[in-house]
C-alpha cells in the first residue's frame, strides 16, 4: 500500500490546494474522501481547467468540481480485474477502497501494464526567423538560442520525453542544418527525430502537409519558441477524454484600460468604471489534432493555426480550448529572452 495522505483532499479544499497536489504528485490526480476517510469522489486536472473556464477562481473550493461517480476497485480485485476495468472505462487510476468503502489505495494502470513510452507523435514549428531577436539571430536559428543551460528546442523535448512522448518531428526553415546538426536523430537525447523541411513559409499548420507518414492517432504541435512547464499527459487526457476533433492551449491575458471607462444610453451616462481590468484568453501556440485534420490542409499553401481551427468551427468540428495555469512564455522579443533567463532554473530546477 501506498501513502496516499498527500494526494486527499476534503470537499472544501481551494482549487489551488488541489493543483498543488496534482501537479506535484506521480499520480495525475487528486481523492476527496470525508472526516472518515470514506472516498466521495476524483478530481483531475481536467475537472480544475473546466472550471477555470467557467471564470472560477484558484481561491473557489472544490465542492462542485470533482466526479462524483469515479470508477473504484476492492481490495479482493486482482489486478487483471482492475486492469480490465481501467480499459473500459478509459481511467489511468483507479481508487482501491475498504468493504465500507474507505480509501486504502490508488493503482496507475500504466504502473500495471509497465507503460513507459507513448506513441502520439509530436511535431515542432522551428522554422521561424526570429527577426525580433536579431542580432541574436543572425547566425543561429531561434529555437538553438541557449536559455538556461541549454537551447530553447531542447528543453521543450526534453519536457515532452519526460512525459514519456519520444517520437518528434521537427518542421524547419531558416539555418535549418545548424538544428538537424545539432540534434540528429534524436538518440542523444533519448527520442526519435524525424525532419520535414519548408522551401517556403506555410505557416503553422501548412507545414503538417509536408509530412508523409501521418500519424494515426491524436498529436501535438507546438512552437519551438516556447518555455513551458505544462503536463503534456494532462493536456492528451483532456483532449481524448472530451472526443476533440482540435484542441487548443490558451492562456488569460490581462488588460487594464489606463482610463476611466463610461458607458452611455443615449446622452445619459450610466457607469463610469476607472481602469477596468479586462481578461482575455489568448492562443498558447500549443495543440493536439486528430489525424483527421490532415484532410483540411492545403499542400504548398500557407495555412496557419487559427485558419484551420476557424474552418473546424465553421463546419460545427468539435474545438475545445484547454487553459493553462503553469508557467508560460513566448520568446517573441528581446525583453521575453532575457525574462527567459531570468526565470528558468527557478522554474525548470536544472
Known amino acids: 500500500m501506498k501513502n496516499i495522505d498527500g494526494i486527499k483532499l476534503n470537499i472544501n479544499s481551494t482549487i489551488k490546494e488541489a493543483l498543488k497536489i496534482i501537479d506535484s504528485g506521480a499520480m495525475r490526480i487528486a481523492l476527496v474522501v470525508d472526516s472518515e476517510n470514506k472516498l466521495l469522489g476524483t478530481l483531475s486536472d481536467g475537472d480544475i481547467r473546466r472550471g477555470l473556464l467557467r471564470n472560477l477562481s484558484l481561491d473557489d473550493i472544490i465542492e462542485d468540481l470533482y466526479f462524483k461517480n469515479p470508477t473504484i476497485a476492492s481490495i479482493n480485485d486482482s489486478n487483471e480485474r482492475i486492469i480490465q476495468k481501467a480499459i473500459s472505462k478509459q481511467v489511468y487510476q483507479i481508487p482501491i477502497v475498504d468493504d465500507e468503502g474507505k480509501l486504502v489505495d490508488i493503482v496507475n494502470l500504466a504502473t500495471l501494464l509497465n507503460i513507459t513510452k507513448k506513441r502520439n507523435r509530436v511535431i ?9 531577436l536579431r542580432p541574436l539571430t543572425q ?9 538556461g543551460n541549454k537551447p530553447i528546442l531542447e528543453t521543450i523535448i526534453k519536457n515532452f520525453a519526460n512525459y514519456g512522448f519520444v517520437n518528434i518531428t521537427i518542421s524547419l526553415n531558416y539555418k535549418g542544418e545548424m538544428i538537424k546538426d545539432y540534434f540528429g536523430d534524436g ?17 503553422t ?6 509530412i508523409e507518414n501521418k500519424p494515426n492517432e491524436p498529436f501535438f504541435v507546438m512552437n519551438a519558441d516556447l518555455l513551458t512547464d505544462v503536463n503534456f499527459s494532462h493536456l492528451l487526457d483532456f483532449h481524448s477524454f472530451s472526443n476533440s476533433d482540435a484542441t487548443m492551449c490558451v492562456r488569460e491575458y490581462e488588460y487594464q484600460v489606463p482610463y476611466g471607462v463610461i458607458e452611455v444610453e443615449e446622452s445619459n451616462i450610466t457607469s463610469i468604471v476607472e481602469k477596468p481590468i479586462q481578461k482575455f484568453f489568448v492562443n498558447a501556440g500549443i495543440y493536439v489534432l486528430s489525424p483527421k485534420v490532415f484532410e ?10 487559427p485558419t484551420l481551427f476557424n474552418t473546424f468551427i465553421e463546419k460545427e468540428k468539435k474545438v475545445i480550448s484547454f487553459p493553462i495555469h503553469e508557467y508560460w512564455l513566448d520568446i517573441g522579443r528581446m525583453s521575453d529572452f532575457e525574462q527567459a533567463q531570468s526565470e528558468y532554473f527557478r522554474v525548470f530546477n536544472e
Open 124 to 132: 515542432l514549428m522551428a522554422g521561424g526567423l526570429g527577426t525580433r
Open 139 to 147: 547566425d543561429i536559428p531561434k529555437p538553438l538560442l541557449k536559455v
Open 187 to 203: 538518440s542523444n537525447f533519448g527520442v526519435n527525430i524525424d525532419y520535414v523541411e519548408e522551401n517556403m513559409r506555410l505557416g
Open 205 to 210: 499548420a501548412g507545414a503538417l502537409s509536408l
Open 296 to 305: 483540411h490542409i492545403p499542400k504548398n499553401e500557407f495555412y496557419d493555426m
